[in-house]
């Protein structure tokens, strides 16, 4: 049973910063890319970010380059999202997904 469990959202004004976690389990977490996407309220899904298997090498939205990092921690299939900077429109419900699925999400909101 394949599980994609995100935590870690919250509710954080401007500039501040939070750090999303994703487990994942019933698949060799190693073998797949990972990528985070959201889902801001009344909008389509969007890509953030993408990691390698090996995570050694990333990729970002031009909306989050240079204030969001992807790390995975494969001996512990999890993956991260470290954001700072964070702006109001980051807000959204965060989700971890590779090519089997996409798990529950974390939401995010940014505002004073």
């Known amino acids: 049973d394949v599980q994609l469990q995100a935590s870690g959202g919250g509710l954080v004004q401007p500039g501040g910063s939070l750090r999303l976690s994703c487990v994942a389990s019933?698949?060799?977490?190693?073998?797949?890319?990972m990528k985070w996407v959201r889902q801001a309220p009344g909008k389509e899904f969007e890509w953030v970010s993408s990691?390698?298997?090996?995570?050694?090498?990333?990729l970002y939205a031009d909306s989050v380059k240079g204030r969001f990092t992807i790390i995975r921690d494969n001996p512990k299939s999890t993956v991260y999202l470290q954001m700072i900077s964070l702006k109001p429109e980051d807000t959204g419900v965060y989700y971890c997904?590779?090519?089997?699925?996409r798990g529950q999400g974390t939401q995010v909101t940014v505002s004073s």
């Open positions: 019933g698949f060799t977490f190693s073998d797949y890319a």
């Open positions: 990691i390698t298997r090996d995570g050694g090498s990333t």
């Open positions: 997904a590779n090519t089997v699925g």
